[in-house]
C-alpha cells in the first residue's frame, strides 16, 4: 500500500514537472514571437566554455546593456564544458543548427572554419560605431585592438574569423595567510631561488605541523604551464643559434629540420637544463600530479593544501571568489643568467607581452539565423563600452585599447619587460605532446629521472616529429589549393578597379599570405625529403 501510494506521488511530481516544462517553452516561445513597439524579438544565443566565475556575469552585464540599447534583441549565453566543447560543437556546425555567436577555439581548425564560419575581415577594416564618442572614432576595428585584432587572424586562411575580447597572460598565485605562517612575512618569491627556497619551507613547516600540504598545486594543466615556461628560459640562447638573425619566431618545421640533422635533441645541453628544472620543480607538486585535472588542482588550492598555484589570468576571480583566505599574484621567477647551474643557457625573465594575442575569440557561423544582428552584437563586445564591461565585470584583462583595466585584473597585464622565450618540447604537434606525456612519468616521478625520460622517448621522439610534419604537410597542400581562387579573385577586384584602395589592400594582403603558404609548403617538404635521402635541405 505505501508502495503504491509512493509511486503515485512520484508519477504526480514528474507530470507536475513536465507540464511546467511545457509551458516554459510556450513562455519562452510567445516571449521569442512577442513585439517591442511593433518590432519582432530576436533572440541571439552564444556559446563558450568559460565556467570560470566572472565570465558568465561579464556576458549578461553585456547583453543585458546591448538589450537596453535595442529593445527587440535578447541574448542567451550557453556556457558548455570543455570536455564536451569540441564536440557540441562540431555538431551543432554539422547539422545546422549552430548558436548565433561561438567561442573559436576547443574543437576548431581552419578547415572548419572555412567551411562553417563568416569571414570578418571587412567587418575589421571598417570603423566601429560603437566607439563614436571615444578616442577611437572613426578608426577600423582592428586598429582598436592592443595586439591588432591578431587573435582573430588566421594566417593559412588570410581572413580575421573572430573578434578577441580579453587579453590574458600566466601568473602564480599565492596563499598569503599561509604564507605569513610558513615564513612571517607575505613577499611573495622574486627569483627561482626564492622559489625553491619557499617550496622546502613549506615541506619542513608540513612536516613539523603535522599537516598534509604541498608547496605548488600541480595538475596535467597548471604543472605543464610552469614547467613549460621553465623549460623554454633554458633554450633561449639555443633558439637563436638555430634560428637565422632576425627572426624571432622559429617555425616547427624549421626546429624540426634542425631536430633531424642533430643540431639539437633532448639530450642538448640546453635543452636537458630544461628538463632538469622541470624535473626540480616537479618534486614540489603533489605525486601523480600529472593524472590530475585542472579542477583538482584549484581545489587543493582553495583548500589550503598547497601554498600556490600557476594558472592564467582567466582563473583570477575564480580563485579570489572561492578562497577563504587573502591572495598574492607574481610573475613566474625564471633562473638569472648569474644562476650558478641554469644561468649559462638564458638570457633572463620571459617578457610574457611576447606572442600574447588576445584570447576569449568570437566568431559567427553561417548559419546563424540573424546574421545582421550578430555581426551588430559582436561590434558591441569589441567596443570600448564593450570592454569596460567587460573587464569590470570579468575581473579579466581588456583587449580593447582605451578600456581602463579593472583593480582585480592590473596585475595581470602583460609585462613588456624581458626577453624572447626560448622553444617548447611540444611545438612538434599533436604527435609529439603524445608521446612526451605518456613517458612524462619518467621525468617527474619519484622513480624518474631527466635521463630515463631521454632514454624512454628518444627514438619516438624524432618519429612524432616527422609524422606531425606530415600532417602539417598535408593541411599546408589544402591551403594553398583552397587559397588560389581567393587570391585569383582579390586581384581581378583590385585591377578592375584600380580606384578602390581597400581592394588593392586586401589583393596585396592575399598575396602576402598566399606566399607564405607557399613557402612554409616548400620548406616543409625539403625537410621531409631531405629526411629521406638523409641529407640537409
Not at 413 to 428: D, H, I, K, T
Not at 460 to 476: F, M
Request: proline share 6%; charged share 20%.
Amino acid at each position: 500500500m505505501r508502495e503504491r501510494i509512493l509511486n503515485t506521488i512520484g508519477i504526480g511530481l514528474l507530470a507536475v514537472c513536465f507540464l511546467i516544462a511545457i509551458a516554459r517553452i510556450v513562455f519562452i516561445r510567445f516571449q521569442s514571437k512577442s513585439s517591442v513597439d511593433g518590432s519582432k524579438v530576436v533572440e541571439l544565443r552564444i556559446a563558450h566554455w568559460q565556467l570560470e566565475n566572472g565570465p558568465r556575469a561579464a556576458f549578461e552585464a553585456l547583453a543585458n546593456e546591448y538589450s537596453r540599447r535595442h529593445p527587440n534583441v535578447r541574448i542567451t549565453q550557453i556556457p558548455i564544458p570543455e570536455r564536451i566543447y569540441g564536440n557540441w560543437l562540431v555538431t551543432q556546425l554539422v547539422g545546422g543548427t549552430p548558436p548565433d555567436l561561438i567561442q573559436l577555439g576547443i574543437g576548431m581548425n581552419d578547415e572548419r572554419l572555412a567551411r562553417f564560419f563568416t569571414p570578418l575581415s571587412e567587418l575589421a577594416d571598417r570603423p566601429n560605431p560603437y566607439n563614436d564618442g571615444t578616442p577611437f572614432e572613426g578608426k577600423p576595428l582592428r586598429d582598436t585592438f592592443a595586439d591588432g585584432m591578431q587573435g582573430g587572424y588566421y594566417p593559412n586562411l588570410v581572413e580575421f574569423y573572430g573578434v578577441p575580447i580579453s587579453g590574458k597572460s600566466f601568473r602564480m598565485f599565492y596563499n598569503l595567510d599561509l604564507l605569513r605562517e610558513i615564513t612571517g612575512s607575505e613577499r611573495v618569491p622574486q627569483t627561482y631561488d626564492e622559489l625553491i627556497a619557499l617550496c622546502k619551507r613549506t615541506q619542513e613547516y608540513a612536516a613539523e605541523k603535522h599537516v598534509r600540504m604541498v608547496p605548488i598545486a600541480g595538475s596535467k594543466y597548471n604543472g605543464g604551464i610552469l614547467m613549460q615556461a621553465l623549460f623554454t628560459s633554458q633554450t633561449q640562447k639555443l633558439r637563436e643559434r638555430l634560428t637565422p638573425t632576425g627572426m624571432l619566431v622559429t617555425p616547427a618545421s624549421m626546429l624540426a629540420d634542425r631536430l633531424l640533422h642533430k643540431q639539437w635533441s633532448l639530450d642538448t645541453p640546453d635543452a636537458k637544463s630544461g628538463l632538469t628544472l622541470m624535473r626540480e620543480v616537479a618534486q614540489y607538486m603533489q605525486p601523480g600530479f600529472m593524472q590530475l585535472l585542472r579542477d583538482d588542482a584549484m581545489l587543493l588550492f582553495v583548500q589550503r593544501g598547497a601554498v600556490m598555484i600557476t594558472t592564467g589570468s582567466w582563473d583570477a576571480t575564480s580563485i579570489r571568489q572561492e578562497s577563504p583566505f587573502r591572495i598574492g599574484v607574481g610573475s613566474i621567477p625564471y633562473p638569472a643568467p648569474d644562476h650558478p647551474v641554469y644561468g649559462r643557457f638564458t638570457y633572463g625573465s620571459i617578457a610574457d607581452a611576447e606572442g600574447s594575442n588576445a584570447g576569449t575569440v568570437l566568431g559567427i557561423p553561417r548559419d546563424t539565423k540573424h546574421p545582421e544582428e550578430t555581426r551588430d552584437f559582436l561590434q558591441f563586445l569589441g567596443s570600448v563600452p564593450g570592454g569596460q564591461i567587460w573587464t569590470d565585470r570579468s575581473g579579466w584583462i581588456p583587449s580593447v585599447m582605451g578600456t581602463k583595466t579593472s583593480p582585480d585584473a592590473a596585475p595581470f597585464l602583460p609585462n613588456p619587460n624581458g626577453y624572447v622565450a626560448g622553444f617548447s618540447y611540444l611545438e612538434g604537434g599533436a604527435d609529439v605532446g603524445g608521446i612526451v606525456d605518456s613517458n612524462m612519468h619518467n621525468l617527474v616521478s619519484s622513480y624518474g629521472s631527466v635521463d630515463r625520460f631521454i632514454a624512454a622517448t628518444s627514438k619516438s621522439y624524432e618519429r612524432a616529429w616527422v609524422s606531425d610534419l606530415q600532417r602539417n604537410r598535408r593541411a599546408q597542400a589544402d591551403i594553398v589549393q583552397r587559397s588560389d581562387t581567393q587570391v585569383a579573385s582579390f586581384l581581378w577586384l583590385a585591377r578592375k578597379h584600380p580606384e578602390n584602395a581597400e581592394a588593392q589592400h586586401k589583393a596585396d594582403i592575399a598575396l602576402q599570405g598566399a606566399d607564405a603558404s607557399e613557402r612554409t609548403l616548400i620548406y616543409t617538404n625539403m625537410v621531409l625529403n631531405s629526411k629521406a635521402n638523409n641529407t640537409a635541405p
